[in-house]
């Protein structure tokens, strides 16, 4: 009987893919770049025996049938947050324990034929997604930019927005974008090249202004890309045009860029900032978007924050008010991250019959 | 004693003008294409005498105060509906009429001086605004493609929708898009010109699934360069995004494109349809979005409608049900109109002695 248990991290693209250019080995059309978080992540146990006559697999607690275009699809759409790329980089960074691989190049590239972005949470820090140019995809590589000490102040909130619309999935809107967005080609080919180096650079210098502009026009000009797709592929709502605009008006008051925006394939906000910034932010968050919640220990999950008010300046400077009630669901308060990580056999999700402890 | 009262027709484009190469001279840096609406036109009358020692101007009824920069961004400010381009054309047509002016190119040149898009409401039926390229605009002129009567059941709905977000005037964004949108010079210069071609002859063939077709996806890119402009410009809100979901729902289920839809700068639906279709595609709209009003005679304003029940084959294919109530103030109903018409005397809008008639 052999058993490993890992975790995987989620990471949130700067730079976003999106769009493949083959859709049987997800190779990309542009290169991205993302940080990888702390505080969210995936778990698997594998446990393998000779004895065991047949694969049984668990997703959060319950079977699923076990053929593989199938678990692809449920992995893919278990939602929100990122997960399915740190779900699939957590499967094959688990299996690559049980077995003794230690190639970390390999594990990405195999863990990016679940989900793309699952190939760059194998890594931990600043991760640079080559899209490469070969048709077999052996350049269509992740690698490590930076780790995650190299820039100890950089911090996240994650603002979960309430939402229940029916969502293209992503895999289904970039394949449309490729399609029908006549400016895809124009993002990937002309100002993805110019940003990746832009954010490059102002990771290594460690340049928060930069990084954050960047980093918003990247997530602007991805929904653009959307909604240029036909029909229209929609990710941001309402609620999440709400948070644009409030850092637009905060850092326009603040005299500097002291928040970035980013938003993936849904209407959650990741906001990138300065652990200095955190106390204040968190209030101009809570202040926008009051919660009946807001005081529940489970409000605000992740590293914990001691609040503090924002200058009466700036926020009479920027017209502060709230914007609607119970708007957000909770927030999360991350880091930079470290890769995945090999947990000791005590933390276990089977036992050594191969079945879920919590059964 | 001199009096002309005059209206002139608000357009809708359905080839969108955004971003000007001279801001001053208001020369737009791609060409557009519009439909002249019937039933929604500004109504101007101007008295002019020897015996009056000053200008004065009303606008609604309310006195201006008439200095030249402050009045116009008092008609550009008109908000709404496209209002400010029938406002200002009227203004031109009437001050033309009243002076005996007749060259239609030269009054829609003026025109355009005080809202570019003013430039096509000189003109009924199909209008296409060219470019040019002169830095003076001598070739910055609006023609008429088709007149009212070449697409006789061509019809349109303008859905309101209830809104009050500030919003960004169309004139700070547009500027703001051509100095910070990567995308739009790759519209102006690309999609652009292969819509304009593909759309004209569109309206030549009365060929209304082409024609729908083009202007959805130019709407699309439209607000796509809008997202992408930094920091970006948002009209569209969820109503907006639900519209265009039933639409291209609705569609589907038809089996062949009857309806298209098309924003301005705003959160309004312009929708384009067929004469046979309306009656079906008010219940659809009626359904999707039930409104306390809706059985109020000002809720359906312009040209009545007899609603028809939608076959329920089709709603159940579409999987109809409703989105939210009130979010849409009202419906207009109208045709394809004619351009800008003089009025006889007893319509003047002031007595002889120029004063409003109302006051």
């Avoid at 991205?32 to 004895?51: C, D, G, Q, R």
């Avoid at 679940?114 to 190939?119: E, T, V």
């Amino acid at each position: 009987m052999r058993s490993a248990t890992c975790t995987a991290p989620v990471n949130i693209a700067v730079i976003k893919y999106w769009g493949k250019r083959d859709e049987e080995l997800l190779l990309p059309i542009n290169d991205s770049i993302s940080v990888t978080l702390s505080e969210m992540y995936a778990k698997t146990t594998i446990v393998a025996s000779p004895e065991f006559d047949k694969n049984r697999i668990w997703l959060n607690g319950e079977e699923q049938t076990f053929d593989s275009p199938r678990i692809l699809n449920v992995l893919r759409q278990s939602a929100g947050l990122a997960s399915s790329a740190a779900g699939y980089a957590c499967l094959v960074y688990t299996l690559a324990t049980l077995y003794g691989l230690q190639d970390r190049l390999e594990l990405s590239s195999i863990a990016r034929l679940g989900s793309g972005s699952a190939c760059r949470s194998v890594y931990g820090g600043f991760v640079q997604w080559n899209a490469g140019t070969k048709p077999d995809g052996s350049d269509s590589i992740a690698v490590q930019l930076a780790p995650s000490t190299h820039w100890p102040d950089l911090e996240i909130l994650i603002l979960v927005v309430s939402d229940n619309r029916k969502k293209t999935s992503s895999t289904g809107g970039m394949e449309r974008s490729v399609k029908t967005s006549p400016l895809i080609a124009y993002r990937a080919s002309k100002c993805v090249p110019e940003r990746i180096q832009g954010i490059t650079k102002a990771i290594q210098d460690r340049d928060f202004e930069t990084f954050a502009d960047i980093t918003m026009k990247d997530s602007n000009q991805f929904h653009a890309v959307c909604l240029d797709t036909y029909p229209p592929c929609v990710y941001l709502n309402d609620v999440s045009h709400a948070i644009i605009d409030l850092v637009h008006r905060f850092n326009a008051a603040s005299g500097r860029t002291k928040v970035a925006y980013t938003f993936d394939a849904g209407p959650n906000a990741c906001l990138y900032l300065l652990r200095q910034d955190v106390p204040q932010v968190l209030n101009l968050v809570k202040t926008a978007f009051p919660n009946d919640k807001s005081s529940s220990s489970d409000y605000l999950k992740g590293i914990p924050i001691t609040e503090e008010p924002l200058p009466e300046s700036l926020s009479s400077a920027m017209n502060l008010e709230p914007i609607g009630h119970n708007l957000l669901k909770y927030i999360i308060h991350t880091r930079v991250g470290e890769g995945p990580q090999i947990l000791p056999e005590t933390n276990s999700l089977l036992t050594t019959s191969g079945l879920p402890k919590s059964n």
